[in-house]
């Protein structure tokens, strides 16, 4: 493969967002648009979640988001369970 082919395909992969979903019991990583509602997705620290998620169970978790056009820019908000 040349250099910039192998590059493109490198960048390709770096932006395309892919989950770990739960499916048949088994845990199988899967392109992210390939979601559907009632999946049920395994998250770790760093992953990207959309707005939408609903977490059933979790350990330690906390999510921070950056609401620029809300808050100040830069200034984190904290999401606490209901």
Request: hydrophobic share 50%.
């Amino acid at each position: 493969m040349r250099p910039f082919a192998k590059l493109l395909s490198t960048l390709v992969n770096i932006l395309l967002q892919y989950a770990i979903a739960v499916r048949g019991g088994e845990k199988v990583n899967i392109r992210a648009e390939e979601l559907v509602v009632g999946d049920v997705i395994d998250v770790k620290f760093g992953d990207r979640i959309p707005a939408d998620i609903r977490i059933t169970a979790s350990h330690g978790f906390k999510v921070e988001s950056k609401l620029s056009f809300v808050v100040k820019i830069g200034e984190h908000v904290q999401r606490f369970a209901d």
